[in-house]
């Protein structure tokens, strides 16, 4: 990695822990690594992830808990009764000796004592500060050193660091090499807003899609492996997700008016994502934003007030002489009825007191975000916004020298390297010759009686095959195409094949490919010449360490979608789809295959011969992928919007602007194949 993005763009090594090892032989690793490069290390964003304290294991520190009765004990001795006790740590109130003169004062008093400061200290902050400390009721005397009570909840956060032994846990696996969403989605929200682009090249089932559009980013993912697509789009599709708050919204705008008790902002709100969303926040209290609140010494004047001549009302019934530490949490039945009343009142307004002191630290502290906790609105639910899936390049980048001379003639591009030797090609026909072309029904595979190089231009082998049976038996001539090794075969290169077959009488020519570019997915006939579209198997890119034993669909044949465009009422139309045509080799006819080969059939109803964007989408397969959904939404549905869904009869449309509708068939293999028409 370091090759790759230099050693200076390094950011960080996260070690996951992981449920269990594999194999037991040896020491059993039980943990993963996330490996952080950036492509400039200046330029990096990072947004710091805060965990609660308690969810890290590091609250143990906070061992004390200070009862409502202003009493300390140890948390450890808390019932479940005691809920509103709060946990603390006693944290000491001078540092080292650095010469700060203002913090030298040698003694201070607090609840009846004196403390000495120790010998090389300072004391944290003043004597003043320290006094208002102590009025905010935030000293422990209870030891030989003052400490600062400092609240689990003043912060109750630690930042993120890269030791995550909190990601591992069950979850649903729908791909043998899934990854834990939790750990997608902890890298994402650390380095990406709202609003963001996130690219995962191996999208595998599709988990980095499915945290990013979770979490309101943009996103764009790839796979070699249709079967890792068709995953993927299914559980991006069936899912249901949370709706965010969003900062530019009047909900959002209300909310933080809510959190930071100021007036709502009154500006116009757009719904921006990239605004961001309206997070929790944690305060962030500490001694010094404590020491230099001045307000709590204004809330302690106005309450000694009251509470001065109440403690003189209590000690004169009594007869004692309690300063307000030593005023005692219960009254005693015994106590003459003058005493318990103002016990009383003095202890409501020392509860007043604090809650009006806790109120001013906690309004002037600061607060962070958690970046990982926005608000949700549970009244919304939401599903996966619009997004294609495209499985064909139509861009082709030709390589090019240093005087940008085409350095790979066409025939390169099909495999065929500069000494004239066929490599690649030489590979794919032998594959070719003993797996044949598989097509959607087993019965129409056509298998090769032989299969002989051929010194065409673009047709590189002629196979033989036999048509129909017994008597009737004919021998059938096949051009053979290959397409490029890494790239797309174009609508031009096949007419000029298919051209070539013509001139040269094949019956057909079979073009064997990795991909075809959007054009050239609906020619499936030059003249006479039938042309067959075989997609090859991605495995045949490595297929010298295939062994010959392998021979599964290598090279499969998915027809042209057979569909009807009708006319419907206002000038509308209507697409019917009547199958998927298919070469038959027994008779050399093409034929349509029913329906139910199809698991969905998308029609983009203004077609820009670029991209294909899926306004319609039905399902006809009994895999159906939205019965996910439906389950998940669990919401009530409208039986009939859901049954246009099921059905090979497309809802009306206006007629295209463009001129041209294109309609995308894929089987249940995960094939697609696309058919444009002119209306
Ligand atoms: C480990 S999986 C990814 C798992 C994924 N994170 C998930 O949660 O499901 C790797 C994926 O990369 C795909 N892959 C392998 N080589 C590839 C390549 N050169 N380009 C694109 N995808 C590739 C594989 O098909 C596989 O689906």
């Known amino acids: 990695m370091d090759e790759v993005f230099g050693e200076e763009n390094f950011f960080s090594l996260i070690t996951v822990r992981k449920t269990g090892g594999l194999g037991s032989a040896g020491l059993t690793g039980i943990s993963d690594f996330v490996v952080w490069y950036a492509k400039s290390i200046d330029s990096v964003k990072y947004r710091n992830l805060l965990q609660h304290k308690v969810n890290m294991g590091t609250a143990s520190q906070y061992s004390y808990a200070l009862l409502s009765s202003g009493e300390t004990i140890s948390a450890s001795k808390l019932t479940t009764a005691q809920s509103d006790a709060k946990i603390f740590q006693p944290t000491a109130v001078h540092t080292m000796f650095a010469g700060v003169q203002s913090c030298l004062y040698p003694t201070f008093q607090a609840n009846g004592k004196t403390f000495r400061l120790p010998v090389n200290r300072q004391w944290s902050t003043t004597l003043p500060n320290m006094m208002r400390v102590g009025k905010a009721g935030r000293l422990y005397t209870g030891g030989s050193t003052p400490r600062f009570i400092r609240f689990l909840d003043d912060h109750p956060v630690t930042e993120l660091n890269n030791l995550w032994t909190d990601v591992m846990g069950a979850q649903d696996v729908i791909y043998v090499v899934q990854t834990n969403p939790r750990i997608v989605q902890r890298c994402l929200l650390m380095t990406t807003d709202p609003g963001d682009l996130v690219l995962d090249p191996t999208c595998g089932s599709g988990t980095t899609a499915y945290v990013a559009e979770q979490w309101g980013r943009r996103w764009v993912t790839i796979d070699t492996s249709r079967v890792a697509l068709a995953l993927a789009r299914a559980r991006i599709m069936g899912a249901r997700y949370p709706y965010y708050l969003l900062s530019d919204s009047l909900g959002g705008q209300k909310k933080e008016a809510e959190l930071t008790r100021t007036a709502t902002s009154g500006t116009p709100t757009y719904g921006r994502i990239r605004q961001g969303f309206v997070y929790e926040r944690v305060p962030h209290i500490t001694l010094k934003s404590i020491a230099n609140n001045a307000e709590i010494d204004v809330i302690w004047e106005k309450f000694q007030e009251t509470l001065e001549p109440l403690r003189a009302r209590l000690n004169a019934a009594m007869g004692t002489h309690w300063e307000e530490w030593e005023v005692p949490r219960d009254a005693d039945e015994s106590w003459p009825q003058p005493a318990i009343d103002a016990h009383k009142q003095w202890w409501e307004q020392r509860i007043a007191r604090q809650k009006e002191i806790d109120a001013s630290i906690a309004a002037k502290?600061?607060?962070?975000?958690?970046?990982?906790?926005?608000?949700?609105?549970?009244?919304?639910?939401?599903?996966?916004?619009?997004?294609?899936v495209e499985s064909l390049s139509p861009h082709r980048t030709p390589g090019v020298g240093e005087d940008g001379e085409l350095i790979d003639g066409i025939h390169d591009a099909r495999g065929v390297h500069h000494d004239g030797r066929y490599e690649f090609g030489d590979t794919v026909l032998k594959h070719l010759e003993y797996?044949?072309?598989?097509?959607?029904?087993?019965?129409?595979?056509?298998?090769?009686?032989?299969?002989?190089?051929y010194p065409g231009e673009a047709i590189c082998a002629e196979g033989r095959y036999t048509e129909g049976v017994d008597d009737e038996a004919e021998e059938r001539r096949a051009g053979i195409f290959i397409g490029p090794e890494f790239g797309t075969v174009s609508r031009a290169d096949l007419v000029e094949a298919a051209r070539e077959a013509a001139e040269a009488a094949f019956d057909v020519l079979i073009s064997c490919a990795f991909s075809y570019d959007a054009q050239a997915s609906d020619l499936a006939k030059l003249g006479r010449v039938a042309i067959l579209k075989a997609r090859m198997n991605a495995d045949l890119h490595m297929a010298d360490d295939l062994k010959n034993t392998g021979k599964g669909n290598l090279f499969v044949v998915f027809g042209e979608p057979d569909f009807d465009v009708l006319d419907a009422d206002d000038d509308e139309l209507q697409v019917k789809i009547n199958g998927v045509d298919v070469f038959h080799p027994q008779t050399g006819e093409v034929r349509s295959d029913g329906p139910e080969g199809i698991a969905c059939w998308f029609i983009d109803t203004n077609y820009n011969e670029e991209s294909f964007f899926v306004r319609h989408a039905y399902f006809l397969g009994a895999n159906d992928p939205y019965k996910s959904l439906k389950t998940t939404l669990k919401a009530e549905i409208n039986a009939d919007a859901w049954e246009t869904l099921h059905s090979d009869t497309s809802r009306p449309f206006p007629k295209p602007e463009t001129g041209r509708i294109a309609v995308k068939v894929i089987n249940h293999l995960g094939d697609e194949v696309m058919k444009v028409f002119r209306v």
């Open 435 to 453: 797996a044949g072309v598989q097509q959607a029904h087993k019965e129409d595979k056509i298998d090769f009686t032989s299969l002989a190089p």
């Open 365 to 388: 502290a600061d607060y962070e975000f958690l970046y990982d906790k926005p608000f949700d609105d549970k009244k919304i639910v939401r599903v996966a916004g619009p997004f294609t």
